[in-house]
């Protein structure tokens, strides 16, 4: 059946309707109507043999939705490992644990009722440390500093990269010295380095399943004689670099609550980088001092209701006598372009996609995505026709 869809993505089939969408919830048409009522939708993950994995699923309905769960297009049993319960608030959870290497493969939810069916569907991937990456790249130098990048590991191992170590040392020496080890972007302006003075970097990069391998050293990279101008960068990379440094690295124990200065008068809140141990992930916490007329339960009341891959989500919360405590998933701060310019390499679909978010595809209706890689708009903005052209000139 994946085979067959493909082809229909490639225009490769004559049927005016899609196979798997007409076997499973009808006629396009039904179909696209009823996908507005499903809220969360199963997501692509990643996972290694032991490990627990758990796929949510929400659609709202009158009467009750009913959930059935597949697994390459056949119906999924449960056993001892495998469970599926409906909670309170209307989601279906389907738990795996422990897992097994051939759990991979492509899973489905299907939500109906009465009135009408639905579907989502995600792909479980056997994970792995990422491999190593490739050899930084010396973009400009002052006399006391180094300007690199660098480019996400080739491998990742079928996991989102989580950040990177950098170390340097000097060309004539043999023992590595750690710069920074929770750098989430793929550049750094390392600095007070010595004027006329050879260098080597190499990367270090992570995931959710640990440390990869030390990446390829780069050549020795001189800096240049004392009184050159500094280096510059874009204001969005200073501000990153500059976040990177001077925010604080936790690791977050479940229930432990990290000590802050809230003396300056005005201050009421306060977000830091954490590193939760239970799941093995970077995460932001955001630390809400009680007020008067502020303790952060109402943040958290609106937080928990909400359940959209467009919306940041809600990880954990904890409420405590002087302050509330939200953990939430942490994104990248990075701009489409760099993302897509950064990758080894990338499709037409991963494109789409960008699009039909920047856009909103479902509150749009006068922009229509045909195929693979073409946009037909009507009244398109100007900053999403550069953005396009930009991304599809560079895919063509």
């Known amino acids: ?49 032991n490990d627990e994995v758990v796929f949510t699923c929400y659609a709202v309905g009158t009467p009750k939705v009913d959930y059935t769960w597949f697994r390459n297009d056949g119906i999924l049993l449960e056993s001892k490992r495998i469970v599926v319960t409906e909670l309170k608030d209307g989601r279906c959870e389907m738990r795996i644990h422990p897992t097994r290497a051939y759990d991979a493969g492509v899973y489905k939810c299907v939500a109906r009722n009465m009135h009408g069916v639905t579907c989502c569907r995600a792909r479980l991937k056997l994970g792995s440390k990422p491999g190593r990456p490739e050899k930084p790249v010396a973009r400009n130098a002052s006399d006391t500093e180094i300007y690199i990048t660098w480019a996400v590991p080739r491998d990742e191992g079928n996991c989102t990269t989580l950040g990177y170590a950098l170390e340097f040392k000097k060309a004539d020496e043999s023992e590595w010295q750690l710069i920074l080890n929770n750098i989430e972007h793929e550049y750094f302006v390392v600095r007070n380095l010595e004027p006329s003075t050879f260098y080597q970097f190499r990367v270090q990069a992570y995931n959710k399943f640990g440390w990869g391998e030390h990446g390829v050293p780069t050549e020795p990279i001189s800096t240049k004689a004392e009184g050159a101008p500094k280096v510059k960068v874009s204001p969005r990379r200073k501000y990153q670099q500059e976040f990177t440094e001077r925010t604080p690295d936790y690791e977050l124990h479940e229930f432990e609550i990290p000590v802050l200065d809230y003396s300056q008068e005005g201050r009421f809140s306060c977000v830091l980088n954490v590193w939760v141990k239970e799941s093995n992930t970077s995460a932001i916490a955001k630390v809400i001092q009680k007020s008067k007329g502020i303790d952060g339960r109402q943040e958290y009341e609106i937080m928990k209701s909400l359940a959209h891959e467009r919306v940041v989500s809600l990880l954990s919360a904890s409420y405590h006598q002087d302050k509330t405590v939200l953990i939430m998933e942490k994104l990248s701060g990075v701009d489409v372009m760099s993302y897509l310019a950064l990758r080894h390499d990338y499709n037409e679909e991963m494109v789409v996609t960008i699009i039909k978010q920047v856009i909103g595809e479902n509150t749009a209706p006068e922009y229509h995505v045909a195929s693979s890689c073409f946009l037909l708009p009507r009244l398109l903005p100007a900053c999403v026709k550069v953005f396009f052209t930009t991304v599809f000139n560079k895919c063509s």
């Open 1 to 49: 059946m994946d085979e067959e869809i493909d082809d229909e993505r490639l225009g490769l089939t004559k049927s005016s309707v899609p196979r798997r969408l007409y076997h499973e919830i009808g006629t396009l048409g039904f179909a696209r109507e009823q996908m507005e009522q499903l809220k969360q939708e199963i997501r692509n993950t990643s996972m290694k043999e």
